[in-house]
T-cell receptor, first 112, second 112 residues
Framework: GENVEQHPSTLSVQEGDSAVIKCTYS??????FPWYKQELGKRPQLIID?????GEKKDQRIAVTLNKTAKHFSLHITETQPEDSAVYFC???????????FGKGTRLHILP | NAGVTQTPKFQVLKTGQSMTLQCAQD?????MSWYRQDPGMGLRLIHY???????DQGEVPNGYNVSRSTTEDFPLRLLSAAPSQTSVYFC???????????FGPGTRLTVT
């Protein structure tokens, strides 16, 4: 079955700097790659997603890139702000299978 | 819309007891799933359903049962609780075309 690896497990960046979180997946048939943000004590919420027919997608300060050949995808957050402090999860899914498998998460700390 | 609701919010069980975690959604979503969240382990898929009458196993199904008799409800049953099942449990639902998962508020379960 699908396996998703996520790195790093913890990331600290200075406010205003950029943060990058990387994920790899095992099943080449996966074609949907969402990213979720979970603030302390709250439920995960979708922040951005990308499908396999697209190499990059941006939404304001957040971007996701996908390299299908290497089976990895990354989340980029620019001009980080205190409210970006949270746990971020990547995930992968094969449409025909419908289940969504998550990575273990990255705890992002934004330092003042 | 209430979205995805889960009951109870907190539960303490003794080893060997059984119980059902309730999950309901009022968005007419076809897809529903159960995850458990443990420190450092991310969100692990327990069971999922692509529609009423259809369920399938996820990554960690042992010790849990599910059924999907209606589109709205997807209860998770713990047959004989074990301390290893101490966790936060999240239910999620999504519409097939979107794939965005809407998570419930979670149930914090402690097994002593």
């Amino acid at each position: 079955g699908e396996n998703v690896e996520q790195h790093p497990s913890t990331l600290s960046v200075q406010e205003g700097d950029s943060a990058v979180i990387k994920c790899t997946y095992s099943d080449s048939a996966s074609n949907y790659f969402p990213w979720y943000k979970q603030e302390l004590g709250k439920r995960p919420q979708l922040i951005i997603d990308i499908r396999s027919n697209v190499g990059e997608k941006k939404d304001q300060r957040i971007a996701v890139t996908l390299n299908k050949t290497a089976k990895h995808f990354s989340l980029h957050i620019t001009e980080t702000q205190p409210e970006d402090s949270a746990v971020y999860f990547c995930a992968a899914s094969i449409d025909r299978d419908d289940k969504i498998i998550f990575g273990k998460g990255t705890r992002l700390h934004i330092l003042p | 819309n209430a979205g995805v609701t889960q009951t109870p919010k907190f539960q303490v069980l003794k080893t060997g007891q059984s119980m059902t975690l309730q999950c309901a959604q009022d968005m007419n979503h076809e897809y529903m799933s159960w995850y458990r969240q443990d420190p450092g382990m991310g969100l692990r898929l327990i069971h999922y359903s692509v529609g009423a009458g259809i369920t399938d196993q996820g990554e960690v199904p042992n010790g849990y049962n599910v059924s999907r008799s209606t589109t709205e409800d997807f209860p998770l049953r713990l047959l004989s609780a074990a301390p290893s099942q101490t966790s936060v449990y999240f239910c999620a639902s999504s519409y097939g075309g979107s794939r965005e998962q809407y998570f419930g508020p979670g149930t914090r379960l402690t097994v002593t």
